[in-house]
């Protein structure tokens, strides 16, 4: 194998997808990816990958460190994606601690890991850490972007972890010499994303007729990107990002929350042959999410100039797959909402 690449969170949303781009991308790679398997880990996402030849799954806690050492060991890792993480901003606010601990002890855990092995010896490593716009904080409605030199002011206990954690990164890299980078990245939508973000969870919602909780006055704006386009963008940045660096990555695709529900509604009632409006009266406006940050919307002219990415696909073309893929794995979201997907790793693994 040419390379041995640790990829963490792989069973996760975008995870997922960055593992099933890797491993059929690069089958001279071999591909570890490293799941604790929280509830937002789903090995179905990664049912069509996982006999092949250079992949292994490996169950464990980012913040186990003998565990990770065990692993750079074994496996010797020369590269690691680091996506674990808890990822969803309503949770932080119930429950910092398990933010801390995953999204900053857990990414310290692998840095100190992947020093311990790599030993000074940097030639050929990497270790490349996704992270989010939401540590800019919030923008206003004036046409200001995040820009990769714009100062962390993170807001949510997630954001305040992961700027924490890019933090982290970024110090071994000018203590240690270690070549690391990281990416800030927009929201993603796609396929197997967890159903308790906005477009999942209102596709499934509006399925079974049930109320679309929209936050305050849903004026709020996100700049969406689809999850394979980040994929790439991953793929772009690990094999030719410079180290010490930061890429911006979004859509530049501005929508506000209400609009996109609008755009949901609309497209889910189509195409599941309902009379058009048949859905409006779902939206239910509720108390706003505390701290809720008004507007985010990433310039990543840098990766554009520097690296060639961009986005391939268009929003509505990519809002129109999204939904068709849910409607037409309803089983892949059942399972999630009625808790069997948790079995799958017991069911699989278990007894091999
Ligand atoms: P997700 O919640 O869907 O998946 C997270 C994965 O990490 C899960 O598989 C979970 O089991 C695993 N995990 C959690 N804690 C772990 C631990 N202690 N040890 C090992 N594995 C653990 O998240 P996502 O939306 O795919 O986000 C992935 C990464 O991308 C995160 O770092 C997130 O901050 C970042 N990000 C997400 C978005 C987005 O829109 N979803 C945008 C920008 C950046
Ligand atoms: O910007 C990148 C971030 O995008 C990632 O770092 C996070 O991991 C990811 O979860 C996402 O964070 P958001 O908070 O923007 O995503 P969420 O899907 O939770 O919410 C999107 C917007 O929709 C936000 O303004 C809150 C609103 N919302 C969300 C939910 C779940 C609602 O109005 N109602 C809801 O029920």
């Known amino acids: 194998m040419k390379r041995s690449i640790l990829?963490?969170?792989?069973?996760?949303?975008?995870?997922?997808?960055?593992?099933?781009?890797?491993v059929t991308k690069y089958p001279d790679y071999h591909i570890i990816n490293l799941d604790k398997l929280t509830y937002a880990g789903n090995l179905a996402?990664?049912?069509?990958?996982?006999?092949?030849?250079?992949?292994?799954?490996?169950?464990?806690?980012i913040c186990d460190f003998d565990t990770v050492?065990?692993?750079?060991?074994?496996?010797?890792?020369?590269?690691?994606?680091?996506?674990?993480?808890?990822?969803?901003v309503d949770r932080s606010i119930k429950d910092p601690?398990?933010?801390?601990?995953?999204?900053?002890?857990?990414?310290?855990?692998?840095?100190?890991?992947?020093?311990?092995h790599w030993n000074g010896n940097w030639q050929g490593k990497r270790f490349y850490h996704i992270s989010t716009d939401e540590v800019y904080g919030a923008l206003q409605f004036d046409g200001s972007l995040f820009h990769e030199t714009t100062k962390y002011d993170p807001h949510s206990p997630y954001s305040a972890s992961k700027a924490s954690s890019d933090h982290f990164v970024r110090a071994f890299h000018d203590t240690y010499g270690m070549p690391a980078l990281v990416t800030n990245c927009s929201n993603n939508y796609g396929p197997y994303q967890f159903p308790e973000k906005l477009i999942p969870l209102f596709i499934n919602n509006i399925r079974h007729g049930k109320p679309l909780p929209v936050y305050g006055k849903g004026e709020n704006v996100r700049d969406w990107l689809y999850v394979?386009?980040?994929?790439?963008?991953?793929?772009?940045?690990?094999?030719?990002?410079?180290?010490?660096?930061t890429y911006n990555i979004g859509g530049f695709n501005e929508w506000k929350n209400i609009d996109i529900v609008k755009v949901l509604i609309k497209t889910v009632d189509r195409l599941l042959g309902n009379a058009p409006g048949t859905s409006d009266h779902?939206?239910?406006?509720?108390t706003d999410r505390p701290g809720h940050d008004l507007r985010y919307a990433i310039d990543s002219t840098k990766l554009k100039t520097?690296?060639?990415?961009?986005?391939?696909l268009q929003f509505e073309e990519g809002i129109e797959k999204t939904v068709r893929w849910y409607l037409d794995?309803?089983?892949?979201?059942?399972?999630?909402?009625?808790?069997?997907?948790?079995?799958?790793?017991?069911?699989?693994?278990?007894?091999?």
């Open 69 to 88: 050492c065990s692993l750079f060991e074994q496996y010797a890792i020369d590269g690691v994606i680091h996506l674990a993480a808890e990822s969803h």
């Open 45 to 61: 996402n990664l049912k069509d990958i996982e006999d092949a030849p250079n992949y292994t799954f490996v169950r464990a806690d």
């Open 306 to 312: 520097e690296l060639g990415w961009e986005p391939s």
């Open 329 to 352: 794995h309803h089983e892949w979201m059942d399972n999630i909402t009625s808790g069997e997907y948790e079995k799958y790793y017991d069911d699989m693994y278990k007894n091999r």
């Open 282 to 286: 779902l939206i239910t406006y509720v």
């Open 228 to 245: 394979v386009d980040h994929a790439r963008a991953i793929d772009t940045i690990f094999h030719n990002g410079k180290d010490g660096e």
């Open 7 to 22: 990829i963490t969170g792989g069973a996760g949303f975008i995870g997922s997808h960055v593992v099933r781009l890797f």
């Open 97 to 116: 601690f398990t933010f801390a601990r995953t999204n900053v002890l857990g990414t310290l855990s692998l840095l100190q890991a992947a020093k311990h």
